[in-house]
């Protein structure tokens, strides 16, 4: 049986209630990386309890449109292989640590079938199942009409949003008191990381062999020029995870991406970062448009 969430803090719904709309919506993007959710749940403030919260995520998961389902799938690993450095996601699916080879290997031809159905990564909640019961969900699912899946990819979003909702209003305060620090006068220095997903929405899946490109402003007076920090290549789920840190007291990054489409033979957007912080930073494709976003 599942462990049961914990509880909410009435200081943290005081938190939820009164912090500053940025601050809070870097706080909501590792629950739902669509930013009309975030913004849905910051705009609807105040919260009278932690129910009246978890409804306003209900309904604001039921309002998403196409493009923020995409946005949310698109932060969401598949079964068996979290993202590394993705601890809520490795929590979640903790059922298929230790999985017999056999299970894990069925498991990842499922997960593949169900993306060449869906054209979508297979999204549960899988907090307490096991990769028993994960298994058998696939096979199930594998069955779903187009329209009867979608519909149950959103009520599994609702879910997952609810736990994880539910563990941030039970989190410690996000700042850590100096007092405790092991070295307040010399803290350790902060990493600061990048990756990206690219969806490709024309074909309804993601789109790998990708070369990403990632660059940093160079040194010296004169603005606007680039030096190349890393080169990869997005894998067979779209993604680039394993880039290298950013250098100490970048500000800002820029990543490239070569997807030799009909319109754009080459994307390439800059963004700001903030020190000690993971950037994802993943991309919406379709042939004649695109967007980017922060996700998580």
Known sequence: MPADPPSASPARLSWFNSAAPGELIAALRPICAAPGWAGALVSGRPYPSPAALLAASDAATAALDATGIDQALAAHPPIGRPAPGDATSAREQRGMAGAPPALAAEVRELNDAYRRRFGQVFLICATGLTAGQLRDALRTRLGNSPDTERATVR??????????????????????????????AHPPAATTTVSTHILDTAAGRPAPGIAVDLSVPSPGPGPGTWTAHATAVTDADGRCTGLPPLPAHT????????????????????FAVTP?????????????????????
């Open 251 to 270: 500000t800002a990054a820029r990543l490239r991406f070569a997807v030799t489409g009909p319109f754009f033979p080459e994307i390439s957007t800059t």
């Open 276 to 296: 000690g912080e993971h950037h994802h930073v993943p991309l919406l494709l379709s042939p004649f448009g695109y967007s980017v976003y922060r996700g998580s």
């Open 155 to 184: 009520t599994e979003l609702a879910a997952i949003h609810r736990l994880r909702l539910t563990r941030l209003l039970a989190e410690p305060a996000a700042h850590p008191d100096p007092a405790t620090s092991a070295d307040p």
